[in-house]
């Protein structure tokens, strides 16, 4: 994809959706980091379900460690992989409590210190709570960005780095939720929705899926 089309591509998905949002709840950055660690290989349906309850309960690093693993547990066995996720989380909360005061930290190697932090929750964690112009490759934006050509790439780090160089500055804070958006409802996995796509026109993606009869 061409320097032009890549500023049409994303100026269309802004004039679509001006100021996108994640669709995890949350009001901390310490929720955001939670939901986060909590929404690998599941929804942010799911995780926003568990969440409701729990927060309310505890939604600080000291309250989750006071509720111990198999209260923790509790709140979040509906949510895939609940088990090492409560670990995870647990050591987290720990550490946050030991080494930061209870708060987030707002640098990326700090972040992906953490139990069950990886490169791309740090990423959501430092574009979403902190505001920085990071972009997190998950699922639907590596498939996105090598579908319509925008960022190919073999592994989602090679992507996010492409992504980095070809994204014009004045998009960078909000592409990464143009793109798993996109990715999510419109140029979904198995049958691209071509046919309501805002921006096919600029797509490399060449058997576009017509519209169903």
């Known amino acids: 994809m061409k320097k032009d089309t890549i500023v049409a591509f994303f100026a269309t998905l802004q004039a679509a959706n001006p100021a996108p ?3 995890l709840e949350y009001t901390t950055p310490f929720e955001l980091l939670a939901a986060v660690l909590l929404s690998a290989q599941a929804t942010d349906v799911g995780v926003n379900k568990a969440t409701r309850k729990l927060y309310p309960v505890a939604n600080t690093p000291q309250a989750i460690l006071d509720l111990g ?5 509790g709140y979040i066995k509906t949510i895939g ?3 090492s996720k409560a670990k995870h989380l647990m050591e987290t909360c720990r550490m946050l409590v030991e080494q930061h005061g209870g708060e987030v930290p707002r640098t990326r190697e700090a972040l992906e210190a953490l139990p069950g932090v990886g490169r791309k929750t740090a990423n959501v964690v430092l574009n979403v709570a902190f505001g920085e112009a990071t972009i997190a490759v998950d699922t639907h934006i590596f498939r996105v960005s090598n579908r319509t050509g925008l960022a190919p790439g073999k592994t989602p780090l090679e992507v996010e780095l492409k992504l980095e160089k070809r994204v ?3 998009f960078v804070q909000h ?5 798993i958006l996109h990715g999510r409802y419109v140029c979904v996995a198995r049958k691209p929705r071509c046919w309501e796509c805002a921006v096919h ?3 490399s993606f060449k058997p576009k899926t017509p519209a169903p009869a």
């Open 21 to 23: 949002k994640t669709e």
């Open 69 to 73: 693993l198999e209260g923790l547990e």
């Open 175 to 179: 592409a990464h939720h143009w793109l």
């Open 81 to 83: 992989l609940y088990r």
């Open 168 to 170: 014009p500055k004045e």
């Open 201 to 203: 026109t600029m797509c």
